[in-house]
Structures are given as C-alpha cells and as structure tokens.
C-alpha cells in the first residue's frame, strides 16, 4: 500500500468536491479546479474525506495511486489557501514591471520581453530590496510551469551570479579567470 496514497484528504469547510466518473472538480474561495483521474485510480468522498483507491496492485496502479492522492490534494489547498512561488531579479540594469496581465521584463537584451501570465496566475513586483516577482495561483501545476517559463528568459549564470531564480536557490559559484592566473 502507498504511504501517501492511502492517507485520507480531509475537505476544508469552503471547499466543495463534485466527482463525476472520472473527473473531478474542486471549487472554493480562490477558485475552481478540475482534472481528469488515471483510469487506474478512483476516488470515494465520505465523511467530509476524499480516499483515493486504486485498481489493483501493479507497479504502474501502485505509482499512479500515490500520484492522484497528491495531485487532488494540491487541488482542495489550492482552492482554499492557493500557492505561491517568488523569484528573484539579480543583475545590473535588469528590471521588470507589471502592466495589467503581462509582465514586461528589461534582462540586458537588446528588447524588451512581453510575457502574457496565463488565466488564473497572478503577478505582483516587489522592488524593496533588490527586484521580487510573486506569482499566485490556485493551480501549482501552472505556477510551476509559468515560474519555470520566467526564469528561462534569464538563467542565473555561475560566475556573477546574474539572472533570474527561485527565492531559495542556491547557486554555486565558480571562480573566474584571475583565481586560476595566481601561483
């Protein structure tokens, strides 16, 4: 039996769940999610708890029961709480200003890039100490992917340590040319 799918969801009290066959459909506060289940997995909502269940007990159905429990999970937190992920803007002269649902990003290119956030990702820039984007969304997966799609315009680099990365990113520096040169 799967550690985590066999855990039982517990449905927050401004979260609804609507199971049809095999989709699902999460509603609360910040939104609405639906998502097609594995033919696999199933799932049983009673007592205000949601049981993923799954066919037999092949690898393929072991892994993919562990994989649905996770992605409904994800799911109920993101309609009541939602996720967050933060980037951080190093370098001399990069900047980046919202304008309605697009971000415009200045990164030492010769233009500047236009990106469109995707329906139901949110975007704020924080220029406090140093530049922060803050994307919101219900959804993790298109927050994973819209961060993911950001931080491609500009990879921090080793040796300066410029570009665009995750809050908690640890970049391992390199020494540059001059460390090598001393004997």
Do not use: W
Not at 8 to 22: E, L, Q, W
Not at 135 to 154: M, P
């Amino acid at each position: 039996m799967s550690r985590i799918g066999k855990k039982p969801i517990v449905i927050p009290t401004g979260a609804k769940v609507n199971c049809d066959g095999r989709s699902i459909t999460v509603s609360g506060p910040k939104g609405v999610l639906s998502r097609e289940l594995h033919p696999l997995a199933s799932i049983e909502i009673s007592d205000g708890q949601l049981v993923v269940s799954r066919k037999d007990d092949s690898r393929e159905s072991r892994s993919i029961h562990g994989l649905t429990r996770t992605l409904v999970d994800n799911m109920v937190v993101g309609v009541t709480k939602g996720f967050q992920k933060r980037l951080t803007v190093t370098g001399v002269g990069y900047k980046v200003d919202e304008k309605g649902d697009q971000l415009v990003l200045n990164l030492g290119y010769s233009h500047p890039i236009d990106f469109t956030l995707p329906k139901g990702v949110g975007a704020k820039v924080d220029k406090q100490k140093g530049i922060t984007i803050i994307l919101e969304s219900a959804d993790k997966e298109l927050l994973g992917l819209t961060a993911a799609k950001i931080r491609s315009f500009r990879l921090p680099e080793p040796y300066k340590g410029k570009g665009i990365q995750y809050e908690n990113e640890v970049i391992i520096r390199k020494a540059g040319k001059a460390a090598t040169k001393k004997k």
